[in-house]
Nanobody, 115 residues
Framework: QGQFVESGGGLVQPGGSLRLSCATF????????MAWYRQAPGKQRELVAW???????TYTDSVKGRFTISRDDAENTVYLQMNSLKPEDAAVYFC?????????WGQGTQVTVSS
């Protein structure tokens, strides 16, 4: 069983937006870095964005300017606001700490971008 519960995925047209949420336990949320990852069919899981406990954020080049990661410390939740979605953003999105721990992976949430 994973330690994260991701939600918010769905089907969206190109150019659309989605907001993903990821909840976990406080003991895990207190880790220095929380991150979003994604895995498209036939591809390796990749790091999409991360946020530190001091709210410093980093993004992979392909999502810069379109995605925003944020955190709610009171709710032990990390968010990923995704705007201007492209077909190549379609994937299962996961969250984990960074570096990730295998035992922490959840089920992920499916994002489909199609007209």
């Amino acid at each position: 069983q994973g330690q994260f519960v991701e939600s918010g995925g769905g089907l969206v047209q190109p150019g659309g937006s989605l907001r993903l949420s990821c909840a976990t336990f406080r003991t895990i949320f207190s880790s220095p870095i929380m991150a979003w990852y994604r895995q498209a069919p036939g591809k390796q899981r990749e790091l999409v964005a991360w946020i530190t406990s001091r709210d410093t954020t980093t993004y992979t080049d392909s999502v810069k300017g379109r995605f925003t990661i944020s955190r709610d410390d009171a709710e032990n939740t990390v968010y990923l606001q995704m705007n201007s979605l492209k077909p190549e953003d379609a994937a299962v999105y996961f969250c984990n700490i960074w570096p990730p721990r295998d035992a922490y992976w959840g089920q992920g949430t499916q994002v489909t971008v199609s007209s």
